[in-house]
């Protein structure tokens, strides 16, 4: 079976988009991944789209603006995990010797489709008495503060980190570092978090470029960087109360990926996170096992999560500092990893960085953990 | 695997695993309100309001007591009835 490379990224500027909608975002991205990959952009054979909230066939939109109508698109829909799950399908299809060329594309403009606080589906029960996003993830702090004694400046510490490597990177929808005081004093949303714990409402898009050993082999790739594994799972049913301060969805889908990629959490240079909030960060990289089960906010404290530190989480920004258009978001991280992996990024490089992780988790559905996650491993 | 489920009734109290005072949200919920996972004896844990209690005194592990309330109304509007937790005195086992 042949291996996956990712050989052209491409990304919007992250932020608001008033005279753009979703398929100009995913047109423009797509057009950079081509360009980045240095392939006609007739090689490719298929595409796959995520979106959340964009409506049917936004895809074949962006097909159509670019001049590529006619390929097979598919469209998908997992919540957060839209775009990195678009990534998994086009990596499908390149190891099932469908398809050498695909692209993978995702995108939002969620400042039209969305206001204020993200909520489950209507017709979650849950969404019925009054649950939001924020609140959950709230609960989930407040929670990992009893059992771990986690302090609200620790929790802080993260935005203040994100917001940090969000202004070194010029895609960001933030470009102003903070201080603790800033997360403190900020809007509270759903105690204990407060604005600046929350990921904003951002339109943007982001593509890559798939191909398989033999598509390489003809277009060149000293600057391709293989997909070393790329797993998803949707969330188990908890017959029994869980722990919330622990994610064995991300620790599943992490172990998938391990065991594909041959790789384990002590080979990993780098993280892209699904940081939706601050807390998320902290469950996150322990469920990928990357830190210890409640270590992570002294580790962060010390500095080891930074550009600089041990094993830098969410260069870019994360979702916090970058932004978090929801179809966008899977394909950014990856877009981040890859540039990263390249030496591509200026001021927020990690040097010598060889492999990097992508985790995207998204959705709500009463009685299970959690709904889509997906871990992307990359290596160059 | 399968769709057979049978209908169980369990205690009205149990013990409050965590929560959040929730000041932003959708409009038909008018903010803020205390948002609370509650944990009963039988092995359920179950999201709903908090009511009857001051914001700071809410306490991981103190007890709540299920009552039914009104909860807005329909798309026709009518009234509904929906749960809340209340705070109540613990009585044994």
Request: hydrophobic share 40%; glycine share 12%.
């Amino acid at each position: 079976m042949t291996d996956v490379h990712i050989l052209g990224v491409g990304m919007t500027r992250f932020g608001r988009h008033p005279d753009s909608d979703a398929a100009d975002l995913g047109a423009e991205a797509l057009l950079e991944a081509v360009a980045d990959a240095g392939i006609d952009a007739r090689a490719v054979e298929a595409a796959y789209c995520g979106h959340v909230f964009q409506g049917m066939v936004t895809g074949q939109r962006i097909l159509a603006e670019v001049g590529l109508a006619g390929l097979p698109l598919t469209n998908v829909e997992n919540a957060c995990s839209s775009g990195a799950t678009a990534i998994r399908e086009a990596s499908l299809a390149i190891r099932a010797g469908e398809h050498d060329v695909v692209a993978a594309i995702g995108t939002e403009h969620l400042t039209s489709s969305f206001k204020g606080a993200l909520t489950p589906d209507p017709s979650d029960p849950e969404a019925a008495v009054g649950a939001t996003m924020p609140g959950v993830y709230a609960m989930r702090a407040r929670r990992y503060m009893e059992e771990f004694g986690m302090t609200r400046e620790q929790l802080a510490l993260i935005p203040v980190k994100n917001k940090a490597n969000a202004a070194r990177n010029p895609l960001a929808h933030f470009k102003t570092p903070i201080t603790i005081e800033d997360v403190l004093e900020s809007r509270p949303i759903a105690d204990p978090l407060n604005l600046h714990d929350c990921s904003p409402v951002t339109d943007g898009a982001a593509a890559v470029i798939v191909m398989s050993d033999r598509a390489l082999r003809k277009y060149g790739g000293d600057r391709a960087v293989r997909l070393a594994a790329s797993a998803l799972r949707s969330g188990s049913v908890d017959v029994e109360p869980v722990s919330m301060t622990f994610e064995p969805l991300t620790w599943a889908t992490a172990q998938d990926a391990y065991e594909r990629a041959g790789i384990g959490p002590g080979d990993v240079d780098l993280a892209e996170v699904h940081d939706c909030f601050s807390i998320a960060e902290v469950l996150r990289v322990e469920g990928l096992g990357l830190f210890e089960q409640g270590s992570y906010p002294a580790a962060v404290e010390r500095g080891e999560a930074d550009i600089s530190g041990r094993l830098p989480i969410n260069p870019s920004g994360g979702l916090i500092g970058k932004g978090h258009p929801l179809g966008g978001t899977g394909v950014a991280q990856v877009v981040e990893v890859v540039r990263q992996l390249r030496g591509e990024v200026g001021d927020r490089q990690i040097e010598g960085a060889r492999v990097g992780v992508a985790h995207c988790r998204g959705g709500k559905a009463v009685g299970i953990e959690g709904a889509a996650c997906t871990v992307q491993i990359l290596v160059r | 695997m399968g769709r057979d489920l049978e209908t169980i009734r369990f205690s009205t109290t149990g013990t409050l695993y965590t929560f959040s005072i929730v000041r932003q949200s959708t409009p038909e919920f008018e903010v803020p309100y205390a948002l609370g996972y509650v944990d009963f004896s039988e092995g359920v844990r179950i999201m709903g309001q908090i009511t009857g209690c001051d914001f700071e005194d809410m306490r991981i592990g103190m007890s709540l007591a299920l009552s039914l309330e009104p909860f807005g109304e329909d798309d026709e509007g009518n009234p509904l009835t929906g749960y809340r937790f209340q705070p109540c005195e613990v009585e044994g086992d």
